[in-house]
């Protein structure tokens, strides 16, 4: 069974930088996609960065300058460094991986405050 383990959340003030990581395990293939997904209360769920095996990233126009996605396809590892929050980053923050179909994380709360 895949599972997506996420850690690095928690509060910090405006301005200030938060690394978030999460490990895939329980699979023999290698992730293809990763990608990180936020979702703050009352509102949907919305892509923040992905990136593919072989490194291509795409971001949210709202994260982008900030927040850098980046893997470690031998420890099959995706992170987020995310940079400059601001309030409206407030959200849990799940990590997903494509292998066969999409995994989930369990999601991990960041909070700013201003």
């Known amino acids: 069974q895949v599972q997506l383990v996420e850690s690095g959340g928690g509060l910090v003030q405006a301005g200030g930088s938060l690394r978030l990581s999460c490990a895939a395990s329980?699979?023999?293939?290698?992730?293809?996609?990763m990608g990180w997904y936020r979702q703050a209360p009352g509102r949907q769920r919305m892509v923040v960065a992905t990136?593919?095996?072989?490194?291509?990233?795409t971001y949210a126009d709202s994260v982008k300058g900030r927040f850098t996605i980046s893997r470690d396809n031998a420890k099959n590892t995706v992170y987020l460094q995310m940079n400059s929050l601001q309030p409206e980053d407030t959200a849990v923050y799940y990590c997903?991986?494509?292998?066969?179909?999409?995994?989930w994380g369990q999601g991990t709360q960041v909070t700013v405050s201003s």
């Open positions: 990136i593919t095996r072989d490194g291509t990233t």
């Open positions: 329980g699979s023999i293939f290698r992730p293809n996609a």
């Open positions: 997903s991986a494509e292998i066969v179909r999409t995994y």
